[in-house]
């Protein structure tokens, strides 16, 4: 039978990488001077298993770099190296290493030897130039031996042309405890050749002593044919110590006439206790590991190649599939309740159908908060490649920095998961590079020598807020200013907020390290921060004091699938506005209008200018009711910090919707973020704030 | 039909030894650590275990030892999965009560041929 192996190829790189995970905390974790024994074990069994899964799923690459980190980590674990901080990194490296070339498998690219080799090498340097010596020498020795003594005694056999063997075999009394049965044993010895046997009872107790449980027969065994003695061997491989046997070639020329005179000599040989020596008995053993472990890319990739089709999945936790399975049952309760109403309907059962309606509303609502919650991952998965990148960092800037993280199992989406990972990291090295001062400056400032970079994350109303908070010297917005002025990214009078002033950070190619490293400050930066956040429909502020530090806070909504909106009428048309997006709804009278020459409308909101966007005439409704814009209402929104004031008809109910993408079945217009249905089954479009913000400015 | 024991905290080891046995006509039940498998074979009586031996919360060899002292599970086929690099786990696992192993890595084939060994 034939297995398409490729099948468990996802869970594999899945858990795989789970396993790197678990191997880099567990590393990060590890104090040198008191090295906690679960916590080695826990990283070897990740190593462990990396290694075996890769062997089994045919990724020899993987599983030969994985052997040599393995032993390593063995001995560690045994208590026969010393835990340094060099072996540490090697095997932060090895890790990152082993990382790559797993990505690589599973996108079915090339991995890259060069770098695999080099690591491969630094991890044997290591192994070998250790505190401990290792036997691997002598084993690799021992193995040639073996597979040499191995040939002689297969060949030796084949030349002679053996017609069978005669094998002594006696169990201890035990055997049968280790769930072996000899039975079982000539079964598949008779599946090799003609086998005769011939059993003794001698050693069977008398009765009263007889215990049943314990095995006191032994038997002679001939089998004929031309059988390799590894196959012998194999039969026997796992009782070797639970009996006492020889096994001998039968002779050539035994004829069957002769086989009983023949015995005899057979029997004393056996007297002769002519065991086979240990060295012969290791020829059965599988072939030593570095035979077939030689890096066959196209192997690796042939292997991933069905595995991996770039689909990506996600673990539930069972848990949340029992509730939703239970939910499902229960609005099928209802819908047979219903359709029980439905099937000889009276007036007197409208009681009946109300009850059932309101359950199955209830039903329904609560089912879908279910199915949203599958895809809700802690932000941990996030949270926790921050470690590392802060170890790592902290290190090469020479920096003393502690990461506390804070609210690991707050739960957002899956989708927000993913894309906050680059934003995050690219916040945390501005932290450490720009933020955290040199252990010097900071005990000069009269701070602790050790800086703090805190990551929270925490639930408000229906945003997630993510937190990157330092203690470090904080934002100087004296040396903004004069950097955005001497970029020209401002008018040297202009005046500015302390907001304001912070957010120039934003903006494209401002960058205020005084020289560039390779850690952050490559000018491209925090503008693609801001714009990655607000692609996600979030936002990002600045919270900075001079010498004490800055916190950059980015609120983002739970789920990109969900949306709270606001609908509302422009003639016969319904548009949604994300309510996070409204600041206010207001009537305007006429004194309030200012009509600016080539640059259309604007109103006066206390003291503030905003621009007007007749939402009628972008969209061209020709239905709309409200013409002039003192019939109308205007809703006040912010995008990307600017104001405008959209011109409507009126404002309707505010309810959650299901956003529809407008690009994936239509096309991108400008403007619209996307549609949702609406309950009588029409059509709505979602505006795009920030977009219509732009053009409104314009 | 026989019932096996699978036990391996790796899921997609797990899989592949579940899928091959199954598919071979065996009755599967898995079990994702050594704790685990000794509540299952409480519950219900197999004719083999496979179990993988580094596991959290309670490794193979422990529960071939603890399995071996049930009543019902005295004489029961118990193989171990381990690595080439493991004979002294070999040595602890027979010690244990085990009643053989299959080196990793193997395939689908190899274990099946292993389990027939043992149950025919």
Known sequence: MSIDMAQFH????????????????????LDMGDVDDEEINTIFRAAHYIKGGSGTFGF??????????????????????????????VLLGSVDCLREMLTAISDEQDVDEARVAEHKKTLEIELNGGEVKTDSATETGSEAVVSEAGTITDSSVNSDGEQGWHIAFSPHAHLLKTGNDPVRMFRELSHLGELTATVDFQGVPGFYDLDPEECHLSWDLKIAGDIPEAEIDDIFDWVEEECDLAIQPLSAKSTKAEQSAATQTVDES???????????????????????????????????????KGSSSIRVDTGKIDTLINMVGELVITQSMLSLVGEHFELNKLDQLKNGLSQLERHTRE???????????????????????????????????????????????????????????????????????????????????????????????????IEVKDDGKGLNKDVLRAKAIE????????????????ELIFMAGFSTA????????????????????????????????????????????????????????????RFIIPLGAIIESVNVNESMINRVAGKGETFRLRDEYIPIVRMHEIFGVKTAQALKLTDGLLVVVEGQGMRCGLFIDDLLGQQQVVIKSLEANYRKVEGVSGATILGDGSVALILDIPGLVRLSNQ | MASI??????????????????????????????????????????????????????????????????????????????TESGMDKKQAGKAAGATGWIVKPFNPEQLLKTIKKVLG
């Open chain 1, 60 to 89: 020899t690459s993987v599983s030969d770099f994985t052997h040599v980190m393995e032993t390593l980590l063995d001995e560690m674990r045994d208590g026969r190296r010393q835990v340094t901080q060099t072996a540490v990194d």
């Open chain 1, 367 to 465: 089912l879908q908060e279910s199915v949203m919650n599958i895809r809700m991952l802690p932000i941990s998965f996030v949270f926790s490649r921050f470690p590392r990148l802060v170890h790592d960092l902290s290190t090469k800037l020479d920096k003393k920095i502690e990461l506390v993280l804070v609210g690991e199992n707050t739960e957002v989406d899956k989708t927000v998961v993913e894309l906050l990972s680059d934003p995050l990291v690219h916040l945390v090295r501005n932290s450490l590079d720009h933020g955290i001062e040199m252990p010097a400056d900071r005990i000069a400032a009269g701070k602790p020598e050790t800086g703090t970079i805190t990551l929270e994350a925490y639930h408000r109303g229906g945003n997630i807020v």
């Open chain 1, 10 to 29: 996802q869970v594999f790189f899945e858990e795989s990488f789970e396993g790197l995970d678990v191997m880099e905390t567990g590393l990060l974790n």
């Open chain 1, 514 to 573: 005084e020289k560039l490293t390779d850690v952050s400050g490559r000018g491209v930066g925090m503008d693609v921060v801001r714009r990655n956040i607000q692609t996600l429909g979030g936002n990002i502020e600045i919270i900075s004091e001079l010498g004490k530090g800055s916190t950059i806070a980015i609120h983002l909504p739970l789920t990109l699938a969900i949306l709270d909106g606001q609908s509302i009428a422009v003639g016969d048309e």
């Open chain 2, 5 to 82: 024991l699978a036990v391996d905290d790796s899921a997609s080891m797990r899989q592949m030894v579940s899928f091959t046995l199954k598919g071979a006509g065996y009755t599967v039940v898995e079990a994702v650590d050594g704790v685990d498998a000794l509540n299952k074979a409480k519950g219900q009586k197999f004719d083999c275990v496979v179990t993988d031996v580094n596991m959290p919360n309670k490794d193979g060899i422990t529960l071939i030892k603890d399995l071996r002292g049930l009543p019902d599970y005295k004489f029961i086929p118990m193989l171990m999965l381990t």
């Open chain 1, 487 to 502: 970029k020209g990214l401002i008018d040297e009078a202009a005046i500015l907020t302390d907001k304001q002033t912070y």
């Open chain 1, 270 to 308: 056996i007297q002769a206790k002519t065991e086979k020596t240990p060295l012969q008995a290791e020829t059965a053993k599988p072939v030593p590991a570095t035979e077939n472990s030689k890096p066959k890319n196209d192997k690796n990739k042939e292997a991933a190649k069905s595995g991996a």
